[in-house]
């Protein structure tokens, strides 16, 4: 869907921002990008949707070239969410979230329509705020209203720059719960820039780890943290052998219906062996005793171990 090939940014004062990647983002995948500060992760984004014009090599969408699209056409099918909160400050945030479907021509009354729907999916309820401006939200309203702009004319695809980054952690929680949602039902391919790991383990179907400019390891949440690529993976996923001694499998079980049927491991299996398995299905039945005591889902585990890690402040967010 999205592939870089051999693709290089370097500025005017000859900074390499971004050198020789080569990447394919699939059709519907949730794909995170992770790195600190400077590693180029930003400009990777932004020469998506041609914000930033790429110095060498070649991107495709769809097998196109993006210079090959009407600049126009690129942009409008690409929601976008920019680091830095942008909302025009003399619209009305119902003005604000309806830029690109007035500019697609949507009917007045399916743009006003989409808009209260897409304010409450964010919990800003559209009477109260669709006719407010910008200055009269808070930081973290305004940047839910960001977010929901980019989703607003049904892009195929989303580029997201720490969207959530603003946000308190309840909002935070809730807000990549709903993504997440959003993103399962109507399977959009979104690149999702962060710095935290923990979010980046809860959302991605893949991480790729960046590293001044160049990506140090691309893989599946479970492949990151079980065969992290080399020590600055480890040291920036934050999970050590620590996770190993502190696993209860008690602590992440759910309840489940005695009719599901599921793939089934012991509670004394090691969390080597969980994470093996949990690679392969989305979710374990859970036996003990002879009895099926719950399960555990691939998210779940993915929490514990996110947790684990940044409760012991070893991770960068
Ligand atoms: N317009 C510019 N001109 C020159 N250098 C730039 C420009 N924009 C970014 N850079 C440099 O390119 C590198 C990558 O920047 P980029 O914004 O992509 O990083 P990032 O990974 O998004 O960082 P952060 O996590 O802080 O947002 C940095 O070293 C930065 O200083
Ligand atoms: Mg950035």
Same mark, same amino acid.
């Given at each position: 869907m999205i592939t870089f090939d051999n693709v290089s940014k370097k500025y005017d004062n000859d900074q390499v921002a971004v050198n020789a990647i080569n990447l394919e983002i699939k059709k519907g995948e949730f794909f995170v990008i992770i790195g600190p500060?400077?590693?180029?992760?930003?400009?990777?984004?932004?020469? =998506? !949707?041609?914000?930033?014009?790429?110095?060498?090599?070649?991107?495709?969408?769809?097998? *196109?070239?993006? %210079?090959?699209?009407? =600049?126009?056409?690129?942009?409008?099918?690409?929601g976008y969410v920019l680091q830095q909160i942008a909302l025009f400050p003399h619209m009305t945030i119902e003005? !604000?979230?309806?830029?690109?479907?007035?500019?697609? *021509?949507?009917?007045?009354?399916?743009?006003?329509?989409?808009?209260?729907?897409?304010?409450?999916?964010?919990?800003?309820?559209?009477?109260?705020?669709?006719?407010?401006?910008?200055?009269?939200?808070?930081?973290?309203?305004?940047?839910?209203?960001?977010?929901?702009?980019?989703?607003a004319a049904d892009p195929e695809i989303i580029l997201m720059d720490e969207p959530f980054s603003a946000l308190d952690p309840i909002s935070r929680t809730k807000l990549q719960d709903d993504?997440?949602?959003?993103?399962?039902? =109507?399977?959009?391919?979104?690149?999702?820039?962060?710095?935290?790991?923990?979010?980046?383990l809860k959302l991605g179907d893949r991480i790729c780890v960046m590293k001044d400019g160049q990506i140090v390891q691309i893989g599946s949440p479970q492949e990151i943290l079980q065969q992290p690529s080399n020590d600055f993976v480890k040291e920036f996923i934050g999970v050590k052998?620590?996770?190993?001694?502190?696993?209860?499998i008690h602590q992440i079980i759910e309840p489940i219906a005695n009719?599901?049927?599921?793939?089934?491991?012991? %509670?004394?299996?090691?969390?080597? %062996?969980?994470?093996?398995?949990?690679?392969?299905?989305?979710?374990?039945?859970v036996e003990e005793e002879g009895d099926i005591i719950g399960g555990i889902t691939r998210?779940?585990?993915?929490?514990f171990l996110a947790k684990d890690a940044s409760q012991r402040g070893e991770v960068n967010g």
């Open positions: 500060s400077g590693c180029g992760k930003t400009t990777l984004l932004k020469m =998506i !949707n041609r914000l930033i014009h790429l110095t060498e090599g070649t991107i495709r969408i769809n097998g *196109k070239r993006i %210079s090959d699209y009407n =600049i126009h056409e690129l942009r409008w099918n690409i003005d !604000n979230i309806a830029v690109v479907p007035e500019l697609k *021509k949507w009917s007045h009354p399916q743009i006003q329509k989409r808009v209260r729907a897409l304010l409450e999916m964010v919990g800003l309820e559209p009477d109260k705020y669709s006719q407010r401006k910008p200055n009269e939200l808070s930081g973290g309203e305004q940047q839910r209203v960001g977010v929901v702009r980019a989703l993504l997440l949602e959003l993103q399962r039902a =109507i399977q959009k391919t979104i690149v999702f820039v962060s710095h935290d790991m923990h979010e980046a052998e620590h996770a190993f001694n502190v696993f209860d009719d599901d049927v599921a793939h089934t491991v012991s %509670s004394k299996d090691s969390l080597q %062996s969980l994470l093996h398995q949990l690679a392969q299905h989305e979710w374990l039945a998210q779940a585990m993915l929490q």
